[in-house]
């Protein structure tokens, strides 16, 4: 807004900050999973600050980046203090929305008014040099907020995985850059409105200087738009390839894994008219304790030990026996209490994807931790009400405070575990939670059974 703005000013400005603030606030809410109240409060808050901040740059008692930078703070600000939520996804968010209103917005209104001045030097025949003017300031006013708008709207959806399991650091790491440009911009901006990036050349008119100016920065924050969004899209992407490799590596080891298993069985089997030779020979010689360590010695061979889990998928057993030797040579205490029903409609490879995950997470907590704290595992794998719901529980140090979540996501080294889970769970509309409490960490996976 120009310094002579009047009443018809500041309710045109009234406008398009209640719309943009409301847009914004919508973007907000899909993306930090807020509720309408907070939302609204968001809402009221930003446009609030924009009329102040108008009225304020009118009366010309802020300067443009002192006025630019308090601006950024404030919505940092209102999202932080309006949505709940991990900090470091509330700044990326915050981050994002003040990167797209300050690109789209400079670049549009520089295109604008190139289109205009060209339009009026059209209609006068090149008799007069033009300017904007009130009007056209009005009208590209409008015409921007419009842009801004719009361009909320459309990307919100393409924001969504952005806004999906990641680690905090991931979230730290893409705000940084979009602020540097979001900064870097503001600077070009009042360097070109003050003469400084771009010089009033006497060899040419008003028109041409104008046309250069409004041109050298729609060119700028073109590149700056693009180059944001290879950026944000493209590390997203990297971060999704990353998780499927990571989840096809599981797979792998999996199979591997079950392969094995399957191996060992079959060598048993092959040797078992040799076993029985040598089992009835105890026996007819009454050799009870003979008789019985040779059995535990086929028994763990096989992978058959008294006390294995079956849950009527071999899949699933072989990986609860290979995950309880680990925690018997970490000397872990293991619980397990696992059946799956007749005909279940989650895949083998879902099922050790989220299951393995979960050991994984509950081995590396126990691990942590010292045998006199006698760390231990529980695994609960049945049907709930028409869902199976998987449940592992595990010791962790009591040391970790709760703002120091000990979540798969948040493990050093170990980011996509809870992802993985996740999405496989996602295959299936289940839901997945998290809890801590006394030195306990609970992981549960509910999968409704009834496919839609």
Known sequence: MSMEADWPDMLLAAACYGVYAGSAAVFLKRHLKGTWAQGAIFGAGLFCGLMAAAFLTAKGNTSYIMGALCSHAGV?????????????KKLLAAVILIAMNCLVWNFSESFLCCVWLIGKRMASGGSQEPFVGVWGERVITVLTYMGGITTIRLLSKSFEPVFGDKTKSWYLFMSAPLF????????????????????????????ENQLFSHGAMCIFTGLAMAASGCFVFGMDRIDREERAGEQYRSQVMYYQMMEEEYSRMERLRHDMKNHVIALNHLVQNRQWEQAVSYLGAMAEAGGVENGDEITGSLAVDALLYYKKQQAGRQNIRWQCDARLPKDCAVKEIDLCIMVGNALDNALEACGELGEEESPFIQVYLGTVKKCLLLEVRNSMSLSDKPKKKREKEEFRGHGLGLGNIKEAADHYNGVVGTEREKGVFTLSVLLPLAQP
């Not at 940092?76 to 470091?88: Q, R, W």
């Open 76 to 88: 940092t600000v209102l999202v932080m203090a309006a949505f709940k939520g991990e900090k470091e």
């Open 180 to 207: 540097a440009v979001t900064l870097v911009t503001d600077l070009v901006n009042w360097a070109a409105s003050n003469g400084i990036m771009v010089q009033d050349w006497q060899k040419y008119g008003l028109y």
